[in-house]
Every structure is written in C-alpha cells, then in structure tokens.
Nanobody, 126 residues
Framework: QVQVVESGGGLVQAGGSLRLSCAAS????????ISWFRQAPGKEREFVAG????????YYTDSVKGRLTISRDSAKNTVYLQMNSLKPEDTAVYYC???????????????????WGQGTQVTVSS
C-alpha cells in the first residue's frame, strides 16, 4: 500500500521561497505519478504540479509556471515542490497525491489519484 506524507510548509513573506517534500512509502514501488494540489479557504482543491515516475515528465498549472518546480529523488522515493517568488494568492493547504493506475493524458483532476497526504499549510504574507 502506498502512503504519502507531506512536510515543509510554513509562513513566508511575499517573494520568499519554500520547499515541500512528499515522501512515498511503499512495498513494491507502485506509484506511477505524484502531484501536488492545493486548496485555499472557500475554494475547490486544484492541481498545481505533477511528475511521472517513468521519465520524469513534469506538468504545471499556468499560474505557477516559472515559479514552482517539481522534482523527484528516486533513491529516496521523494518528490519535492520548490516554490520561489511566492505570492499571497499561493496561500493554501498543499496536498501530495499518488496515482498507482495507468492514465493518459496526465490527470489533473482528483480522480486520477488514489492516495492522498494529510496536507501542509503554506501561508504567504504580503
């Protein structure tokens, strides 16, 4: 069974940086993709960035391109989200999600993932 655990959230000023980590624990290395989603108060959970395990292809929502970078460390079975030039509108709870079934194109909806972390709060002050 795949489990994912996020860490690295916190409070930062606008223009600052944070790095989130998503550690995937598993017995048989089942996950095929990991993505980050976020949910701000009163809003729906939305896709932020994702990465395929095979080949490392990455995907981003338009509002974060050039500021956020997703990467993976296969040896540590960990996916990172480096967040630079943060804005107050990036404030949200960030969730890591793993998908263990094949899906093409790369899913950016909640239904494309079967394991979710507990979330980590990111707050960007102006």
């Amino acid at each position: 069974q795949v489990q994912v655990v996020e860490s690295g959230g916190g409070l930062v000023q606008a223009g600052g940086s944070l790095r989130l980590s998503c550690a995937a624990s598993e017995r048989t290395f089942l996950w095929l993709r990991i993505s980050w989603f976020r949910q701000a108060p009163g809003k729906e959970r939305e896709f932020v960035a994702g990465i395929r395990r095979s080949g490392g292809t990455t995907y981003y929502t338009d509002s974060v391109k050039g500021r956020l970078t997703i990467s993976r460390d296969s040896a540590k079975n960990t996916v990172y989200l480096q967040m630079n030039s943060l804005k107050p509108e990036d404030t949200a709870v960030y969730y890591c999600a793993a998908g263990t079934f094949a899906s093409t194109p790369f899913p950016q909806g909640l239904g494309g993932y079967d394991y979710w972390g507990q979330g980590t709060q990111v707050t960007v002050s102006s």
